[in-house]
């Protein structure tokens, strides 16, 4: 697959895929809590119904026992359990309230207990498949999406989530038992007058459905201006050295503006809607209220109004309008699950659209652990292409275990794209990486990467302790190993002079310590692992001549009996190398020992003498070849 069709249009393509978000969700991370929701449901719909009694009862007491127009009768009783003398019907209906009361206690304490254990399993399910996904992801994915576009998927989706399946999924599941439980009972002691207080019920859902279908658009377009909103300040923090230097303050409050004004126009448009939706939605259920006082009213007072027929009592009035008061705020708060499951939605579709990506560097069906690396390392006529545009044509080489071979030649030839490759952070577009004879794609990835070190010229350290970056990768050494691979990488002496020796914190990213000490904290790193394959790639480049020498001596005393590669700039630090490459245009084009290929006079020997200072003495065409390349560069890079 080629980069340009990774970007945030690929990311959205992924996103657009995603149907059924909630149910996809509960299906993929709540299967193993399954029974807690089936309890939560049950718990709800019991302790809805429970709910309901007291206005029943009352509403059979009115015409039963108060104004004992009515046999005592109660739904879902058989007739011989219940009284037959008022006082004894009185306080069975006082107990039966009790218990109804309680009984309701009891199942909410379970409802919201199951319910929410089954949303806090399904969120923490998400979080940790969210972040083992990206961890997954090809490294062409993290070159093309901006950190702040994941950061606020990780983190702001999650946490929009969060907050539905923590509130709104109860409240959701509450609201539909109760409307289905008033729907029974009402039809239960009236069907007709329930016809006339129902009647809402589908023009409230015709409304919904056209503010969920607006809506939802508009929530997807305020995710998204989130995460570019993130993607800018990320950058702008992470850029605050370069914007305070290059005085670019106004510019950037500028583009934050228009970033933060963007969202503000989404998130309002969004707001809008509700705005009509919500209090639309409280007038419907009002009407309902005011629909059933009026035609029940008339139906007392006169009789039954227009077409309707039998009789309705003061008791299953009182029923009616206690009930149906009951829906109002519930049905006004439907507005409000909506809104937050649209929003929801939204955040959904962001995550399940990462958790959809395809992964195509990852270990094969049969892949097999690279066991006992000697460390031979060949390269069969590979072509590699990050673009359409070719980076490696026809790379052929084989090194032998403990051999230590130098890659040079101009920036932007190709020298770490191939030690990508042997890491198999990409696949070759054509010909194979073999490692002790194994292509790396039949190999565990695992064990492919533990078998090398790789050290670069910016090492990332994490926020934590000097011994605890050295420990990474290889947590159970014991503080001797440690000091012992830090003497190795010639850091013990600057470590111990720290304030805190080992135990001194790094910062973040590792910004109390030297670019040099950095470095040498990642060699030391490296010894611990004890790879059988070591990559330095412009390990030393960023340091002064005496710390050069320093990591040098570390690099040698590593490089002695491991295969070892070392891309360098300044030749020197490959000069004793058992063999030097020399890539130019994603080619080698020179290679041999460093006598050979100064013996040879081509490009090898033209860097030597520009390093040598002798710049004069360089060939007429190599100039000439070296403008042409830089000049290449510059249009490469646009
Ligand atoms: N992730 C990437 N996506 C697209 N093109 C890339 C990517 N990484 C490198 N390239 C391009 O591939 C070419 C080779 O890059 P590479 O980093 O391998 O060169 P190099 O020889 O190591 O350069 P340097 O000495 O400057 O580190 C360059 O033209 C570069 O622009």
Not at 82 to 90: I, R
Not at 121 to 147: C, G, I, P, S, W
């Given at each position: 697959m080629?980069?340009?069709q990774i970007d945030v249009e690929y990311l959205r393509e992924h996103r657009d895929r995603v149907e059924r978000p909630l149910y996809t969700l509960?299906q993929k991370?709540?299967?193993?809590?399954?029974?807690?929701?089936?309890?939560?449901?049950?718990?709800?719909?019991?302790?809805?119904?429970?709910?309901?009694?007291?206005?029943?009862?009352?509403?059979?007491?009115?015409?039963?026992?108060?104004?004992?127009?009515?046999?005592?009768?109660?739904?879902?009783?058989?007739?011989?359990?219940?009284?037959?003398?008022?006082?004894?019907?009185?306080?069975?209906?006082?107990?039966?309230?009790?218990?109804?009361?309680?009984?309701?206690?009891?199942?909410?304490?379970?409802?919201?207990?199951?319910?929410?254990?089954?949303?806090?399993?399904?969120?923490?399910?998400?979080?940790?498949?969210t972040?083992?996904q990206?961890?997954?992801l090809?490294?062409?994915f993290?070159?093309?999406v901006?950190?702040?576009?994941?950061?606020?998927i990780?983190?702001?989706d999650?946490?929009?989530?969060?907050?539905?399946?923590?509130?709104?999924?109860?409240?959701?599941?509450?609201?539909?038992?109760?409307?289905?439980?008033?729907?029974?009972?009402?039809?239960?002691?009236?069907?007709?007058?329930?016809?006339?207080?129902?009647?809402?019920?589908?023009?409230?859902?015709?409304?919904?459905?056209?503010?969920?279908?607006?809506?939802e658009e508009?929530?997807s377009?305020?995710r998204e201006?989130?995460?570019?909103?993130?993607?800018?300040?990320?950058?702008?923090?992470?850029?605050?050295?370069?914007?305070?230097?290059?005085?670019?303050?106004?510019?950037?409050?500028?583009?934050?503006?228009?970033?933060?004004?963007?969202?503000?126009?989404?998130?309002?448009?969004?707001?809008?809607?509700?705005?009509?939706?919500?209090?639309?939605?409280?007038?419907?259920?009002?009407?309902?209220?005011?629909?059933?006082?009026?035609?029940?009213?008339?139906?007392?007072?006169?009789?039954?109004?227009?077409?309707?027929?039998?009789?309705?009592?003061?008791?299953?009035?009182?029923?009616?309008?206690?009930?149906?008061?009951?829906?109002?705020?519930?049905?006004?708060?439907?507005?409000?699950?909506?809104?937050?499951?649209?929003?929801?939605n939204a955040s959904l579709k962001r995550i399940l659209g990462v958790m959809n990506l395809p992964v195509?560097?990852?270990?094969?069906?049969?892949?097999?652990?690279?066991?006992?690396?000697?460390?031979?390392?060949?390269?069969?006529?590979?072509?590699?292409?990050?673009?359409?545009?070719?980076?490696?044509?026809?790379?052929?080489?084989?090194?032998?275990?403990?051999?230590?071979?130098?890659?040079?030649?101009?920036?932007?030839?190709?020298?770490?794209?191939?030690?990508?490759?042997?890491?198999?952070?990409?696949?070759?577009?054509?010909?194979?990486?073999?490692?002790?004879?194994?292509?790396?794609?039949?190999?565990?990835?695992?064990?492919?990467?533990?078998?090398?070190?790789?050290?670069?010229?910016?090492?990332?350290?994490?926020?934590?302790?000097?011994?605890?970056?050295?420990?990474?990768?290889?947590?159970?050494?014991?503080?001797?190993?440690?000091?012992?691979?830090?003497?190795?990488?010639?850091?013990?002496?600057?470590?111990?002079?720290?304030?805190?020796?080992?135990?001194?914190?790094?910062?973040?990213?590792?910004?109390?310590?030297?670019?040099?000490?950095?470095?040498?904290?990642?060699?030391?790193?490296?010894?611990?692992?004890?790879?059988?394959?070591?990559?330095?790639?412009?390990?030393?480049?960023?340091?002064?001549?005496?710390?050069?020498?320093?990591?040098?001596?570390?690099?040698?005393?590593?490089?002695?009996?491991?295969?070892?590669?070392?891309?360098?700039?300044?030749?020197?630090?490959?000069?004793?190398?058992?063999?030097?490459?020399?890539?130019?245009?994603?080619?080698?084009?020179?290679?041999?020992?460093?006598?050979?290929?100064?013996?040879?006079?081509?490009?090898?020997?033209?860097?030597?003498?520009?390093?040598?200072?002798?710049?004069?003495?360089?060939?007429?065409?190599?100039?000439?070849?070296?403008?042409?390349?830089?000049?290449?560069?510059?249009?490469?890079?646009?």
């Amino acid at each position: 697959m080629s980069n340009d069709q990774i970007d945030v249009e690929y990311l959205r393509e992924h996103r657009d895929r995603v149907e059924r978000p909630l149910y996809t969700l509960f299906q993929k991370y709540g299967h193993g809590s399954r029974r807690w929701f089936v309890l939560g449901i049950f718990a709800s719909i019991g302790a809805r119904f429970a709910s309901l009694v007291p206005p029943v009862l009352l509403g059979v007491a009115i015409d039963a026992i108060f104004r004992e127009e009515q046999d005592f009768d109660l739904p879902l009783i058989p007739r011989e359990w219940l009284p037959t003398e008022t006082p004894e019907q009185f306080w069975f209906v006082v107990g039966l309230m009790g218990v109804a009361m309680i009984g309701r206690a009891f199942l909410n304490f379970v409802r919201m207990s199951s319910l929410n254990l089954f949303s806090h399993r399904v969120k923490h399910e998400v979080r940790t498949a969210t972040y083992q996904q990206m961890q997954r992801l090809d490294m062409e994915f993290f070159n093309e999406v901006q950190t702040g576009e994941l950061m606020s998927i990780l983190s702001n989706d999650t946490n929009r989530l969060e907050q539905f399946l923590d509130d709104m999924f109860g409240q959701a599941i509450q609201l539909s038992v109760l409307i289905v439980g008033i729907t029974v009972v009402l039809f239960w002691f009236n069907w007709q007058l329930a016809m006339v207080t129902l009647v809402v019920v589908p023009i409230a859902a015709v409304f919904t459905y056209w503010f969920m279908r607006f809506v939802e658009e508009r929530y997807s377009d305020v995710r998204e201006s989130v995460g570019d909103l993130n993607s800018r300040l990320e950058n702008n923090i992470n850029g605050i050295q370069v914007i305070k230097a290059s005085n670019t303050e106004s510019y950037e409050d500028d583009r934050v503006e228009d970033h933060s004004y963007r969202y503000f126009r989404l998130d309002w448009l969004a707001l809008r809607l509700n705005f009509i939706y919500r209090p639309g939605l409280q007038a419907l259920t009002s009407l309902a209220f005011i629909a059933t006082f009026v035609v029940g009213g008339i139906w007392i007072l006169d009789g039954p109004p227009g077409p309707l027929s039998g009789e309705l009592t003061e008791g299953t009035l009182v029923i009616f309008l206690l009930l149906t008061q009951r829906l109002v705020d519930p049905l006004a708060q439907m507005s409000n699950i909506i809104d937050r499951y649209e929003d929801a939605n939204a955040s959904l579709k962001r995550i399940l659209g990462v958790m959809n990506l395809p992964v195509n560097i990852e270990d094969s069906p049969d892949a097999e652990p690279l066991d006992a690396v000697e460390g031979t390392v060949e390269f069969d006529d590979v072509t590699f292409a990050y673009d359409e545009e070719p980076v490696l044509e026809d790379i052929d080489f084989e090194v032998q275990p403990g051999e230590t071979v130098g890659l040079v030649g101009p920036t932007g030839a190709g020298k770490t794209t191939i030690v990508k490759l042997l890491l198999r952070l990409y696949d070759t577009t054509a010909g194979a990486v073999r490692v002790d004879g194994h292509d790396v794609r039949d190999v565990t990835l695992s064990s492919l990467r533990t078998s090398m070190g790789y050290v670069g010229q910016d090492n990332f350290l994490f926020d934590g302790s000097v011994a605890e970056n050295i420990k990474y990768g290889a947590f159970d050494a014991t503080r001797e190993e440690v000091v012992e691979a830090a003497r190795r990488a010639q850091a013990h002496e600057f470590i111990e002079n720290m304030p805190e020796g080992y135990d001194t914190e790094v910062g973040e990213r590792g910004v109390k310590l030297s670019g040099g000490q950095r470095q040498r904290v990642a060699i030391a790193r490296t010894i611990l692992q004890h790879p059988e394959i070591l990559v330095f790639d412009e390990a030393t480049s960023a340091v002064d001549t005496e710390t050069e020498m320093l990591i040098q001596r570390s690099i040698d005393d590593l490089a002695a009996d491991r295969t070892t590669f070392i891309i360098a700039h300044r030749l020197s630090t490959v000069r004793d190398a058992d063999r030097i490459f020399v890539i130019e245009n994603g080619e080698i084009v020179e290679r041999g020992t460093h006598d050979d290929l100064l013996a040879e006079d081509g490009l090898y020997a033209n860097l030597w003498r520009i390093q040598a200072g002798e710049i004069g003495d360089l060939p007429e065409g190599f100039v000439e070849r070296a403008s042409k390349r830089v000049a290449q560069q510059g249009l490469d890079f646009d």
